[in-house]
């Protein structure tokens, strides 16, 4: 791997338009935050650059709800944020806003150099209008039919069932987020980003160039976009909010979100380094790494990057390291349902806790795939390993040392064995140190790949593998007999002590501050690089030093804390439909006749055989009796049932659709499955067993 003289880490700019909850948290910064603390400890030159990303549709909307300005809504949003940030511990070194004058220039400076290379695309073209709320909808306001695996709420720019690439124009029976009603096409002259003249560069830079080092989750998905072949998207929108574009001709033009957004990170250096931030830009040295969520891989890992290069002067993201999502009490999180717990609010309830949720999300760190935060989890593993390993092997040595030495650290020396105590105390210190500077190495290693949750389960074991040295050489009854050797034992447990707090700060800086003042100022963070480049224990706290008074790092999570937070949860969730309260519904879709519906084949199917599609985490391959035939159908329902359910089940589906290839594959078919206010996908079938062909009218 390439040496680089310094890195640029960036953390997914969150959008303006409310407070951050956990699964925020979760994806990019708590990640971000952790790698970034690791970077500095070893001593590189790494700037960490985050800020709220302010223009949109969805601000504009947001602000005409509340009934204020799109300015004061974002200042309303961001304040919120930065001090949840803050509050929380996020070593963000400048957390910047993408309304800020000086992002404002940097955006339409980037937008005006590609310009000059006649490079965009001038188009006009019919849009969707919502007529309701006069105004031309973005992409993601666009909702309606997946013409490859018929998902009714495919966006306007993706489908999120199959990954399809989509545009607002393929959508069978497209509606408005805003209102609901059909939208009409209306004409708009706009400039477009030749995304397809970056195709062939794309799969040979990250198809091809990162295929061994990037996680498995972003680059399939990127190169499932970048198969299915890439086209020109729009970079300019309607609005009156947002960055203006700078051409003469771009009245009422503003600078698409997700065009501008990403800028971001270059503006907020400018802030930050105004003087040199070119070389965290565009020196060959520097590393730039971005750290986002899933919904965010397209924006930072294709379209970013190809507008980088066709700036010409930008480095380009030497790793994206995205996570999926994480859940909540087995439900997904859901900011309009309520159903989520609020950072802010965390920090009221749980003052000085903060390490605990950084701990708990860091454990289920949704790396690889979804995960699930619930209370009693977060309880659990608060009590169980942060209070009874971690803290309670810091203040067991402590306690021993105040006790039997009056709080100074005893003497290192040779331990000659003279009885077979002392061989027992020999042979468990070698095995500890053997242990430790295995799970130090493990430790660095993962932190290195993004792989936290393995790095931080590495950091606890050092407490583990402290815990079962005391456990073994009980120190507690050699004092009776041989306070040499319980010297000994300490020292070395102290030395333990020292290393799990360099350790544990990427994880619980909190916890990693308190066992430095405990440490009494001996001067123990001059070996933090030692210790991070070295990747094994190194002596720190020399003989005879004062220890401070033991703190305890953790206490135990009430019952009660958490039966308070499970129930705020039920009170404050918006509620599902049941049979007496009315969901929300879709509007009806534009009127039909007969003939229209006539012409459809819609029959009861026996599925005989099922299998996952590899590369795909949502579609199964089907063998379907249809009465008349065995024909394949793929359908995206991979996420609701196992290929071993659909086995023996009966389907209805539509057996006169024109076939289609996806994924290589022929489907004859499409299944119909009725969809709840959750997005849970559930079969629709008859209330009996039929005969596989048998006809639906």
Not at 321 to 337: C, D, I, Q, V, W
Request: proline share 5%; glycine share 6%.
């Amino acid at each position: 791997m390439k040496e680089f003289k310094r890195t640029t880490v960036t953390a997914a700019l969150p959008y303006a338009n409310g407070p951050l909850h956990i699964g925020h948290i979760a994806g990019a910064y708590l990640p971000a935050d952790t790698y970034v603390r690791y970077l500095r400890l070893r001593g590189d030159d790494v700037i960490f650059i985050c800020g709220s990303d302010e223009h949109g549709v969805a601000i504009n909307l947001g602000a005409k709800k509340e009934g204020v300005t799109p300015r004061q809504f974002v200042d309303k949003y961001h304040g919120i944020m930065q001090k949840a940030f803050a509050d929380f511990g996020i070593g963000f070194d400048i957390y910047s806003r993408t309304s800020n004058q000086v992002h404002y220039e940097t955006a339409q400076a980037f937008f005006k150099k590609i310009y000059d290379k006649n490079l965009f695309i001038e188009e006009t073209s019919d849009q969707y209008y919502d007529e309701q709320e006069k105004i031309f909808l973005a992409d993601r306001y666009i909702i309606g039919t997946c013409p490859n695996c018929s998902n009714a709420n495919a966006y306007g720019d993706q489908c999120e069932k199959c990954g399809t690439s989509l545009s607002p124009k393929q959508l069978i029976n497209p509606r408005s987020t805003v209102s609901g009603q059909t939208p009409v096409l209306k004409a708009t002259k706009h400039w477009y980003f030749p995304l397809d003249k970056f195709e062939a560069w794309l799969k040979e830079w990250l198809i091809e160039g990162h295929k061994e080092d990037w996680k498995t989750n972003v680059y399939t998905q990127c190169k499932a976009w970048i198969d299915q072949g890439l086209q020109p998207r729009s970079i300019t929108r309607d609005l009156d909010w947002g960055i203006p574009v700078p051409l003469p001709d771009a009245n009422g033009k503003v600078l698409y979100v997700w065009f501008d957004a990403p800028i971001g990170y270059i503006s907020a250096t400018k802030e930050l380094k105004p003087n040199d931030w070119e070389k965290y830009w565009k020196d060959k040295d520097t590393r730039l790494i971005h750290f986002i969520g899933k919904d965010n891989i397209v924006f930072h890992c294709i379209i970013f990057p190809s507008m980088l290069k066709a700036e010409g002067d930008f480095i380009l993201p030497d790793n994206v390291p995205a996570n999926e999502f994480l859940n909540l009490e087995g439900e997904k999180l859901s900011t309009s349902r309520n159903h989520a717990v609020w950072l802010h609010e965390y920090l009221q309830d749980f003052p000085g806790r903060r390490d605990e949720l950084r701990y708990v999300l860091n454990s289920i760190s949704p790396e690889a795939k979804d995960a699930d935060f619930t209370w009693k989890d977060y309880q659990q593993k608060v009590n169980s390993e942060l209070v009874s390993i971690f803290g309670n092997f810091v203040n067991r040595v402590m306690v021993l040392t105040w006790k039997y030495f009056d709080g100074k650290v005893p003497s290192e020396h040779e331990l000659p064995v003279t009885s077979d105590k002392r061989n027992k105390v020999l042979a468990s210190y070698k095995q500890a140190h053997e242990d430790l500077n295995a799970s130090i190495k493990l430790m660095t290693d993962a932190l290195k790949n993004f792989r936290f949750r393995e790095a931080q389960f590495q950091m606890m074991n050092l407490s583990r593998i402290g815990n079962k040295f005391l456990a073994d050489t009980e120190p507690w009854k050699l004092a009776k007999e041989d306070m040499e050797a319980v010297g000994c034992i300490l020292n070395y447990a102290i030395t333990v002590i020292g290393n799990i707090g360099i350790a544990c700060n990427p994880f619980l800086p909190d916890a990693s501050k308190s066992i430095s003042r405990q440490l009494n100022g001996a001067s123990y963070e001059e070996g933090w690089k030692k210790f991070w480049k070295q990747e094994e224990l190194i002596h720190i706290v020399p003989p005879q030093h004062q220890l401070a008074q033991p703190e305890l790092l953790y206490k135990n999570v009430e019952d009660a804390d958490i039966e308070k937070q499970i129930e705020r949860l039920k009170k404050s969730k918006a509620p599902v439909a049941t049979e007496n309260t009315t969901a929300e519904v879709k509007p009806l879709k534009g009127e039909i006749v007969f003939d229209d519906f006539a012409k459809i084949d819609i029959r009861i199917g026996k599925v005989i055989a099922a299998e996952k599609m590899e590369k795909s985490d949502k579609l199964l391959k089907l063998t379907v009796d249809s009465g008349v035939d065995r024909r394949t159908i793929l359908s995206g329902i991979a996420k609701h049932y196992t290929a071993e359910e659909m086995v023996g089940k009966q389907v209805t589906f539509v057996a006169n659709l024109a076939p289609r290839k996806m994924m290589g594959i022929e489907s004859q078919g499409m299944i119909l499955m009725a969809e709840d206010n959750q997005g849970k996908l559930r079969l629709v079938t008859p209330d009996a067993d039929v005969n596989p062909g048998a006809g639906v009218s």
